[in-house]
């Protein structure tokens, strides 16, 4: 108990004498780890806009009118047989009827002169491994025309559409973002550690004199640096906190502002700010401990 | 209770502070060593604290070997057996005399009850028990040495090692702070004092090791200066 008071009254000492190196780490930290958060978040819902759109569905095979459940059991076995394939699911009108409903929620004149007859049925895809997409098409005898339409000889089945072009799109797209913004996120994490290692640093030097006491009355290596890398750890810490907290009022207050007005767009949601932040603080806590090891390096002399 | 065998010291600039010295001090005793600057009174000191290692040759302190000594463990341990008063006092100035002297026990992690203890006990013994809340620089140079004796001697070391602790002292206030030192000597402690004071050391008729370029060219009971 005393010793844990001991380095949390040495600790506190240390960041109000350092105030702006502590105050400089923090917010470097700070700016470090938000961009962190926001990479993770811009690649959610980046993943929440794929779902939405192809429902996480590779390919689909339309079904031509009028949909026998028979020829669908046949297909769906068939397909299913296929090594390529994952799973299958079948989506009868209704179901893509809502579906359609839900994604152009926003525009109500194709909600209502389109009517739910003219959505087709159709057998939704995944892939266990998507270069060997070829085995379905071969399997319903489609063929490829010049225009990239595939007409199918098998009976019941109107095309089969390959999302995986959309997917590789969207999924550029959030490579290109999530790894831009972390790349300045990664070199904002070093630069937070720089500065709070130097931190580290300062203060150690600040306090020579009484590390030098504190060596020759006996006090162990540890008694000596943990209040430094307690301090390490509180500077990087409040930065996550900072960061947390500044995420969810973005989401808040832009987001949620978004919400009304773009309908079909899924956005990201408190759940998700709340999942990226144990990351941030995983994130907050290797800054410290790299920190700290660098920073005082050069005390670990007897 | 300090032995140093055939230790030679060369630093890394290629200085050589002490050549095959060979020191024996028996539990209890009172040592001066003497000698012009340079002459490897500090670096004495410097080697039995093991804040130097020998080039070659053993030290041993309180029957320990201290060159074989680890930076975990053994080298703290080795220090809260060995209080050390210096010339500048070394004291920290943003605390009081109280929590100078209970910062020693402090960070080697005794009790409160036993610092609560020990702390006023030591300051009445070094003649400062009316002063415990008193800063370093409301108090003079004569008394911030005996806050700095007092620090040495709370966690009750075998050894006590004093570099030069009069001078910066005028002789009376040197006097007196010599007589707080027999007096911590007398109750067991092992003291060995680098000094240029020669009024002092002919004063106290002690042992005096003379060191002139790093070779011991005087050892004598109840000695004086020169």
């Known amino acids: 108990m005393r010793r844990i008071e001991f380095y949390f009254r040495e600790t506190a000492a240390g960041i109000r004498r350092n105030g702006i190196m502590a105050f400089a780490a923090i917010s470097t930290a700070f700016i470090a780890l938000f961009l962190f958060g926001l990479a993770l978040l811009i690649a959610r819902e980046i993943n929440l806009v794929i779902e939405q759109v192809t429902g996480n569905v590779e390919v689909a095979v339309y079904l031509s009118d009028p949909v026998k459940p028979e020829i669908v059991a046949d297909l769906q076995q068939r397909l299913q047989d296929l090594p390529a394939v994952a799973t299958v699911t079948y989506e009868d009108k209704a179901a893509a009827c809502a579906r359609a409903h839900e994604i152009f929620k926003s525009n109500p004149a194709i909600v209502e002169n389109v009517p739910c007859e003219t959505y087709p049925a159709s057998l939704r895809i995944t892939l266990a491994d998507t270069s060997q997409y070829q085995q379905i098409p071969a399997a319903l005898s489609c063929q490829t025309d010049a225009n990239g339409q595939a007409t199918c000889n098998e009976p019941g089945v109107l095309k089969v559409l390959d999302y995986r072009d959309v997917l590789d799109r969207l999924s550029a797209i959030t490579r290109v973002l999530r790894n831009g913004v972390l790349f300045i996120a990664v070199i904002m994490l070093v630069s937070a550690t720089v500065l709070v290692a130097n931190t580290l640093r300062m203060g150690m030097f600040a306090r020579r004199k009484e590390i030098g006491i504190m060596r020759l009355v006996g006090a162990t290596n540890w008694r000596i640096r943990v209040p430094f890398l307690i301090e390490g750890l509180v500077e990087a810490l409040v930065g996550a906190g900072l960061a947390i907290v500044t995420l969810f009022l973005g989401k808040v207050f832009l987001v949620d502002q978004l919400r009304t007005q773009v309908l079909w767009i899924p956005l990201v949601r408190n759940s998700d700010v709340l999942g990226v932040a144990p990351l941030i603080l995983i994130a907050a806590c290797g800054v410290a401990v790299v920190a700290g090891t660098i920073g005082i390096r050069r005390f670990l002399d007897v | ?226």
Not at chain 2, 122 to 137: A, Q
Not at chain 2, 196 to 215: C, S, W
């Open chain 2, 1 to 226: 209770m300090i032995s140093l065998q055939n230790v030679t010291k060369t630093y890394r600039n290629g200085v050589t502070a002490l050549e095959d010295v060979s020191i024996e001090i028996e539990k209890g005793e009172f040592v001066f060593v003497v000698g012009p600057s340079g002459s490897g009174k500090s670096t004495t000191l410097r080697l039995l604290l093991r804040e130097e290692e020998p080039t070659s040759g053993q030290v041993y302190v309180a029957g320990k070997n201290v060159v074989r000594l680890s930076a975990l463990g053994g080298i703290p341990k080795l220090r809260r057996n060995i209080g050390c008063v210096f010339q500048d006092f070394k004291l920290l100035q943003d605390k009081t005399v109280f929590e100078n002297v209970s910062f020693a026990l402090e960070v080697i992690g005794k009790p409160k009850h036993v610092i609560d203890g020990r702390v006023p006990e030591i300051l009445d013994y070094v003649g400062l028990g009316e002063k415990l809340n008193n800063y370093p620089d409301e108090l003079s140079g004569g008394e911030q040495q005996r806050v700095s004796i007092a620090r040495a001697c709370v966690n009750r070391p075998l050894v006590l090692l004093a570099d030069e602790p009069t001078g910066n002292l005028d002789p009376n206030t040197s006097v007196d702070i010599m007589r707080l030192l027999d007096k911590v000597n007398k109750i067991g402690t092992t003291v060995v004092m680098a000094t240029h004071d020669q009024a002092i050391v002919d004063a106290m008729r002690k042992r005096v090791i003379e060191l002139d370029k790093g070779k011991i060219v005087r050892d004598q009971s109840r000695g004086v200066y020169s």
